[in-house]
C-alpha cells in the first residue's frame, strides 16, 4: 500500500488501483477531534462518542479526500452478507439500510465503510467502471462473502471476476486473532480440509488468519489480482483502532471509494 500524509492526517491506498480512473482511501485515526478512547477520527456513529465530534470527523474527512460529504452512501454493518448497489448518495434523514456490502457506478457516489479490525475489502472493476466495499470479519469470512461479493458483481454488472481488481485492507492479522473451537467447527463446516491453512496454533490457543481466508475465497471466485496490505489493526494502534486489542472500547476508522467524474 502507499502512506498518504495529509497534514494530521493519514491514510493508505492499494498500489494496484489506478488513481486516474478512481479514488480510494484507507483512512488511519490519525487527525480528527473525538478525544479519549476515540482519539482522533474516529467516524463511528454508535461506539460511546459524541456524536458532534463524529459528525465533524465525517466533514473533515470527505474535505481531506476532496469529495462532497453530500456524495456519501454507507450502510448499516450487520456482519451478514447482503450486497446492496446504491446510484445516489444516502440523504442525512434516510435511515441506514443493514447490509455487508455496497456498490456503485456512480461518479457522484462516495461508497464509505467502518473498520476496527475486520477486513475491509476493497473492488474495482476497469472494464466496467464499478467500484465496492465489503466488510468481512469471521462471520462474513466463514459464509465466503468475498465470494458472494464476485459473484454479485458478475450477476449484477457483468463483471468478468478475471479482470477485477480487489484489495484486502488493514485489519487483524493471523498472529494476532484468537478465536475459540466454535469458529474453528465453522470453517471446517464451510471450508472443509481447506480450513486448516487458515488457522495456526500457540501455547495451546487458535489463530485465525483471515487475511488468508479472503484471499482464498477471491481466487476461488476467478479474481487473479489481489493486493494484500499487509497492515495488522491490533499490532498498530497508533496508526489503527483495534476492537480486539482495546477491548471493546474504541473508534471506527473508514475505507472511502467513489469513481473519479467522467471527463467530458
Known amino acids: ?29 490519525l487527525g ?9 477520527l474516529n467516524l463511528g456513529g454508535t461506539v460511546g462518542d459524541k456524536p458532534e465530534a463524529v459528525l465533524e470527523n465525517h466533514q473533515l474527512l470527505f474535505k481531506i479526500f476532496g469529495r462532497p460529504y453530500e456524495s456519501r452512501f454507507d450502510v448499516w454493518q450487520v456482519h451478514g452478507t447482503t450486497m446492496v448497489y446504491s446510484d445516489q448518495a444516502r440523504p442525512r434523514d ?65 463483471s468478468d471476476p478475471a479482470s477485477l481488481l480487489a484489495g484486502i485492507g488493514p485489519s487483524i492479522c493471523g498472529d494476532c486473532y484468537q478465536v ?3 469458529v474453528l467447527e ?9 480450513s486448516k491453512n487458515f488457522f495456526s496454533e500457540r501455547g495451546g490457543s487458535l489463530y ?3 487475511w488468508r481466508a479472503n484471499a482464498y475465497c477471491l481466487r476461488e471466485a476467478g479474481v487473479q489480482q489481489v493486493e494484500q496490505s499487509g497492515l495488522c489493526t491490533a499490532e498498530h494502534l ?27
Open 32 to 40: 480528527g477531534t473525538s478525544t479519549g478512547a476515540y482519539t482522533a
Open 1 to 29: 500500500m502507499i502512506r498518504h500524509d495529509a497534514g494530521a492526517f493519514r491514510y493508505y491506498s492499494f498500489e494496484s488501483f489506478p488513481s486516474n480512473q478512481l479514488d480510494h482511501a484507507v483512512f488511519t485515526r
Open 208 to 210: 485465525l488468519d483471515l
Open 186 to 194: 465453522r470453517f471446517n463446516k464451510t471450508f472443509g480440509q481447506e
Open 94 to 158: 434516510q435511515k441506514h439500510q443493514p447490509a455487508d456490502g455496497i456498490f456503485t457506478d456512480n461518479p457522484d457516489v462516495t461508497l464509505i465503510m467502518r473498520f476496527a479490525d475486520c477486513v475491509p475489502l476493497v473492488f474495482y472493476d476497469p472494464c466496467k467502471h464499478i467500484v465496492g466495499l465489503v466488510h468481512a470479519g469471521w462471520q462474513g469470512t466463514v459464509q465466503r462473502i468475498a465470494e458472494i461479493a464476485v459473484n454479485y458483481m458478475r450477476e449484477r454488472f457483468n
Open 238 to 264: 497508533n496508526e489503527w483502532y483495534s476492537y480486539r486489542k482495546e477491548k471493546g472500547i474504541t473508534g471506527r476508522f473508514a475505507v472511502l471509494i467513489g469513481l473519479k467524474p467522467h471527463e467530458h
Open 180 to 182: 475459540g473451537n466454535e
